[in-house]
C-alpha cells in the first residue's frame, strides 16, 4: 500500500478482509493463492500477484 | 510481485535501472528480514505450545533483525525512495507494532533520523 499510495493509485485498490495464519489457514486467500498468505493481490483481468516484492 | 505490479502500473519508478536496481533490490532482500524472521518469532510466542517453545530459535531470528538493522545503520539513506527503502520502512514500522520492546532505535540514531522522516510520508 506504500507504494500505491506513492503512485497515486491508493483509490483503485479494494481492500478484503481475511485472517491468515500458520495454523488455521484462511480458505478465502487460498482461493486466490495456494500458499495462503498475505499479501495477495488480485487483478479482475489479469494475474495474482502472491508475494509482496 | 506485487510491488513491480504496481510500479508498472504507476509509470516505473521505484526499481531503477543498472547498478542502482541491483542496490535497491539487494536493499529490500535485506529489509525483508525486518519482517520475515520477527514474525516467526511472533508465531512461536503466541501460537506454538508454551511446552515447545524453542528460546534458542526465537533468539537467533532476532539476531537477523538486529544485524538487519546494524547494516542499515552504515548506510546512506538519503531521500532515497525505492522498493529498498519502501521495505525498509515498513519493516521498521512493524517492528515498531509487534516488538516495542526491541528498541530497534537505541544506538543506531542514523537509522532512527532516516525513519522519522520516511514515516511522514506520502507528503
Known amino acids: 500500500m506504500v507504494v500505491a499510495h ?10 478484503l478482509p481475511s ?34 516484492e | 510481485m506485487i510491488f513491480e505490479y504496481l510500479d508498472d502500473l504507476g509509470g516505473g519508478r521505484f526499481f531503477g535501472t543498472g547498478t542502482e536496481r541491483w542496490r535497491n533490490l539487494t536493499d529490500a532482500a ?12 511472533r508465531y512461536e510466542a503466541v501460537l506454538r505450545p508454551e511446552s515447545l517453545r524453542w528460546a534458542d530459535w526465537s533468539r ?5 533483525v538486529t544485524d538487519a538493522i546494524d547494516s542499515m545503520e552504515r548506510m546512506d539513506l538519503g531521500s532515497r525512495l525505492d522498493i529498498g527503502t519502501v521495505t525498509f520502512g515498513c519493516g521498521l514500522g512493524y517492528l515498531d507494532f509487534r516488538f516495542p520492546d526491541l528498541d530497534w532505535r537505541s544506538g543506531r540514531p542514523r537509522v532512527a533520523s532516516w525513519y522519522a522522516d520516511f514515516a511522514q510520508r506520502p507528503r
Do not use: Y
Not at chain 1, 6 to 15: C, F, H, T, V
Open chain 1, 6 to 15: 506513492e503512485l497515486g493509485l491508493a483509490d483503485r485498490i479494494e481492500r
Open chain 1, 19 to 52: 485472517a491468515a495464519g500458520p495454523v488455521q489457514r484462511d480458505a478465502t486467500i487460498r482461493q486466490h493463492n495456494p500458499i495462503g498468505q498475505v499479501p495477495t493481490f488480485f487483478t479482475d483481468d489479469g494475474p495474482s500477484c502472491t508475494t509482496a
Open chain 2, 30 to 41: 535485506l529489509g525483508d528480514g525486518l519482517m520475515g524472521p520477527p514474525l516467526l518469532a
Open chain 2, 60 to 64: 537467533g531470528q532476532i539476531e537477523k
